[in-house]
């Protein structure tokens, strides 16, 4: 049986178990110069739009999407950390750790207020990344990237606008939201549909509310879905133990960041007092992660990649 003919099988009955996978999540790297991954494209203003196709994983992938956490944070020496965390492949990370410490107040962290040390441990907490394949329907501000196959990072508020329009059958009662809404698996070929991806600019941020699914359609016909199919890539790649840092190499860095000289372990005891500095008062520590766009992310990152002269 050809990968067309056996996801045109799942299209006609719809699979109990990725329904469920996909309500586990809603309930529940470095990227800078891969020319693989798409994003928007905004104006100076902030505003920007594009019409996207999610697509199933490769033949590889056992679901369309893989997540990744990232930590992102300037430490007391000036310098960036900007590091894929480990706890995605499921091992212990240094800022992870470190982050534990600071917050539970213990050992030389016990005489730090409690609110300083919860201020610095949410200034470097670990960000959520979803990443799926997606076919670029219509870039307006790129169209040479119109009809081609990229990756696509996006945080926790797209993945709920996935799982909105997920079918709930057999998943609990009131698990996505109102029961008289169309209902469709948008990673599918001939039941999906497009994506209106808009940005516009609220209080300074690019504010994705007014995004969401068109009416369901078929991507195309058995000729173009096969050529689709050749350009997918595969997820499961980019989480690889082998894409990640060793924890020497990260404990390494994240010392180098705060200033903390001759070890290659995450800091614990002697760590410098200045790393423990409440963060800049231009940094909103009530904010959570996931108000910000995977452009927002992009550009910070990017900031600070140019900033370490990476």
């Not at 999407?65 to 091992?91: A, C």
């Not at 504010?207 to 890539?233: C, Q, T």
């Not at 070890?263 to 959570?288: E, F, G, K, Y």
């Amino acid at each position: 049986m050809s990968r067309l003919a056996e996801l045109r099988k799942k299209a006609e009955q719809y699979s109990e178990e990725f329904s469920k996978e996909v309500f586990k999540e809603k309930e529940g790297g470095n990227r800078y110069t891969d020319d693989r991954f798409w994003s928007l494209t905004a104006d100076k203003a902030g505003n920007g739009a594009a019409e996207i196709r999610f697509l199933p994983g490769s033949s590889n992938d056992p679901l369309p999407w893989i997540k990744f956490w990232d930590h992102g944070f300037k430490g007391p020496t000036g310098k960036w950390y900007i590091e894929k965390s480990l706890t995605t492949i499921d091992q212990e990370d240094p800022v992870s750790q470190l982050n534990t410490r600071i917050w539970n107040g213990l050992d030389e962290f016990s005489s730090i207020p409690e609110k300083a040390r919860q201020d610095l441990v949410r200034s470097r907490k670990r960000r959520l990344h979803y990443v799926s394949n997606v076919l670029v329907v219509n870039d307006l501000a790129n169209p040479l990237n119109n009809g081609k196959v990229f990756l696509f990072s996006y945080g926790k508020k797209l993945f709920e606008k996935i799982s909105d329009v997920m079918p709930t059958s057999n998943v609990k009662d009131g698990a996505s939201g109102f029961a008289d809404e169309p209902k469709f698996n948008p990673f599918d070929y001939w039941s999906g549909a497009n994506f209106r991806y808009k940005a516009e600019n609220k209080d300074g941020y690019r504010n994705y509310d007014k995004s969401g699914f068109l009416k369901p359609s078929v991507l195309g016909d058995d000729a173009r879905l096969e050529e689709i199919e050749k350009s997918l890539h595969c997820l499961s790649e980019l989480i690889k133990p082998e894409n990640f840092k060793s924890y020497a190499e990260l404990s390494m860095k994240l010392n180098s960041v705060l200033g903390i000289q001759g070890s290659s372990t995450a800091p614990t005891q002697n760590h410098s007092m200045s790393s423990v500095t409440l963060p800049s008062p231009t940094v909103d520590d009530t904010a959570d992660d996931d108000d910000m766009s995977p452009e927002d992310v992009l550009a910070m990152f990017e900031k600070m990649a140019k900033e370490n002269g990476n």
